[in-house]
Nanobody, 121 residues
């Protein structure tokens, strides 16, 4: 069974930085694509950043130039570097990975439990 765990959230002042990590563990799998989402109170979950199977990265307009998504294949870990944080970035951040299972030749989407990011003004 493949599992995903996010970490790195916390409380930071406006203008500060945080780096979120998304560690995927299990056996007989590879990460095909990965995305970071966030959900603020009373709002729908939205895509913040992601990279596709072809390696292309995409960012939501509000975070362009401030957030950077990356991955470390050897560790099956993805990262979201968040700089110049604003109070409106406050949300629970979730990682999603599209995982290919080499035993069975199928894909699944795996979600983490989320990590809280709070930006104070």
């Amino acid at each position: 069974q493949v599992q995903l765990v996010e970490s790195g959230g916390g409380l930071v002042q406006a203008g500060g930085s945080l780096r979120l990590s998304c560690a995927v563990s299990g056996s007989d799998f590879s990460i095909n694509a990965m995305g970071w989402y966030r959900q603020a109170p009373g709002k729908q979950r939205e895509l913040v950043a992601g990279f596709s199977s072809g390696g292309r990265t995409d960012y939501a307009d509000p975070v362009k130039g401030r957030f950077t998504i990356s991955r470390e294949n050897a560790k099956n870990t993805g990262y979201l570097q968040m700089n110049s944080l604003k109070p409106e970035d406050t949300a629970v951040y979730y990682c999603n990975a599209r995982v290919y299972h080499s035993r069975g030749y199928y894909y699944t989407d795996v979600w983490g439990q989320g990590t809280q990011v709070t930006v104070s003004s």
